[in-house]
């Protein structure tokens, strides 16, 4: 059982991302771009990296062999790298919409390339008359993870945006090292 939840914080990070960046990188993209349509598309960008990017990378992970196994290796790189990336959203934020987009590339790649690899962790440790039940303890870590970013994100969702980007970036950023590194 302590196995189950240790891979379920894989899910709770990526459960605790995901509310955070859905309502903040607009807000951040709103600063350079005034189409709602356009800022929607850039916003998409994370989907269509996972249709061809999760494949790819479980492939891989299916086909590497190391002593600590055929995920972790992605797991333990990929993970803390996503969560420092995003962490540096703000600062990107404020310097230009290039910076902002390509970050957000490259974030969605990070991120987007651990979620294969913890998906399939799962069903490869835990013995298959357990799989059931480790999957409902994984996903409900998924859903602790997205609630906790959504209390976390509360008290700031009432943010006025006309409040300038340095005070807005301080609180993104203790929010966001409080969520990721305690």
Do not use: H
Not at 132 to 154: D, Q
Not at 155 to 166: D, K, M, S, T, V
Request: hydrophobic residues 55%; aromatic residues 14%.
């Amino acid at each position: 059982m302590g196995l189950t939840f240790l891979i379920g914080f894989g899910f709770f990070t990526m459960g605790l991302m995901d509310p955070l960046y859905d309502t903040y990188i607009p807000v951040f993209l709103r600063r350079y771009i005034a189409s709602n349509a356009a800022v929607g598309g850039v916003m998409t960008l994370d989907n269509l990296l996972q249709l061809f990017l999760i494949p790819f990378i479980s492939i891989w992970s299916d086909r590497t062999r190391t002593r600590i196994g055929r995920r972790m290796p992605f797991i333990i790189v990929m993970l803390p790298i996503s969560a420092v990336l995003f962490t540096l959203f703000p600062k990107a934020a404020s310097l230009s919409l290039a910076a902002l987009i390509i970050l957000i590339f490259i974030f969605n790649m990070f991120k987007t390339s651990v979620r294969g690899p913890v998906v399939a962790l799962m069903p490869d440790t835990i013995p298959g008359e357990y799989r059931s039940e480790a999957n409902g303890v994984i996903n409900m870590m998924g859903g602790i993870g997205l609630i906790a970013g959504t209390l976390v994100l509360a008290p700031l969702i009432g943010i006025n945006e006309q409040i300038p980007l340095p005070r807005r970036e301080s609180v993104f950023w203790r929010r966001c090292w409080f969520c990721f590194f305690s």
